[in-house]
């Protein structure tokens, strides 16, 4: 299947502002669709330049915001990616916030796109609504581990619901570990990257954990499928590779390819989480199927962009 775009199609994007969120604006925008971007008043979204004039930036807080608020903000679109979520960090969130934003802001953007009768909405989870384990189905039930997997989990259930009940033709991705060049700085591959390149040492945990690796430009080319097949309507989707490696094996292979010694790394200097999965990667055999879509970035193909990445942006 040849590689999905709007081009001459009104899309918005909520979340913006966030790492996923910016990536699809710029997809969107350079594929000639009419971009919408939304962001809350935390993380504006940060467009430069031409892109800036071409696309409608919109900041809209949807722990608060109505139906007719975005009616009003956004008008008509054509396509919707709700990718809007807070709350990553237990540490520092305020959980109240995350259920309304999550939850609530979920609900407000699905009776928005009734009222505009969208063409599709994909909304974003995550591969952390499922429990620990290997090659994890979409049919495995929900087994969330902290309260922001808790609403992404209730906000997935929450969308297919929409679809079946309005016939309102959503789809629901989650992706697994996304990683790639312009991560938050609190993130394992940004840290690590900045590290080796500049020769410091970096505290990591023990590295045990497993997870399952996908490259952002992949992970944006699955939701853009789920936008435009209709077969995507009702569905949920991992964004996996099905492949489980350890954030000590990422780590280290960050080093080699920059050149670094390892012993830059420091394994264990860093407490892990609590609650945390030791080990989960999710199959990705029903996204092939239905969307056409795969993992086409090796680990180490889209370990090497975001070391150039970050080379460029020292």
Not at 145 to 165: E, N, R
Not at 179 to 201: D, F, I, K, N
Request: aromatic share 6%; glycine share 10%; net charge neutral.
């Amino acid at each position: 299947m040849k590689k999905p775009e709007l081009k001459g199609r009104t899309a918005l994007v909520t979340g913006a502002g966030g790492y996923l969120g910016s990536w699809m604006v710029d997809k969107l925008h350079g594929s000639g669709a009419t971009c919408v971007a939304m962001a809350g008043p935390v993380r504006p979204w940060s467009g430069e330049g031409q892109k800036r004039d071409e696309v409608t930036a919109l900041q809209v807080d949807l722990a608060t915001a109505s139906v007719d608020t975005l009616l009003r903000e956004c008008g008509q679109v054509d396509h919707i990616f709700h990718m809007a979520a807070v709350g990553v960090s237990q540490a520092t969130a305020d959980f109240e916030q995350v259920a309304r934003v999550n939850l609530g802001g979920l609900m407000t953007v699905l009776a928005y796109a009734r009222e505009v009768k969208a063409k599709s909405v994909v909304v974003t989870g995550s591969g952390f609504e499922y429990p620990s384990g290997r090659r994890i189905e979409e049919i495995t039930s929900p087994d969330p581990q902290a309260f922001y997997a808790v609403t992404k989990a209730a906000g997935s259930m929450t969308a297919i619901a929409f679809a079946q009940m309005f016939g309102l033709p959503v789809s629901v991705l989650r992706p697994f570990v996304v990683y790639g060049p312009g991560e938050a700085a609190h993130r394992l591959v940004t840290q690590v990257c900045r590290a080796v390149l500049s020769g410091q040492p970096v505290d990591i945990t023990s590295g045990e954990q497993l997870r399952d690796w996908i490259f952002v430009e992949d992970a944006i080319d699955a939701h853009l499928r789920a936008a435009i097949i209709p077969a995507s309507a009702g569905q949920v989707f991992n964004v996996a590779s099905g492949q489980a490696v350890s954030v000590r094996r990422v780590a280290e292979l960050i080093a080699d390819l920059a050149g670094a010694d390892r012993s830059l790394l420091r394994f264990g200097a860093r407490a892990g989480r609590a609650q945390e999965i030791c080990e989960q990667s999710g199959c990705p055999k029903k996204a092939m199927e239905i969307l056409g879509w795969t993992a086409t970035t090796s680990l180490e193909a889209g370990l090497r962009k975001t070391l150039d990445w970050y080379r460029q942006h020292a």
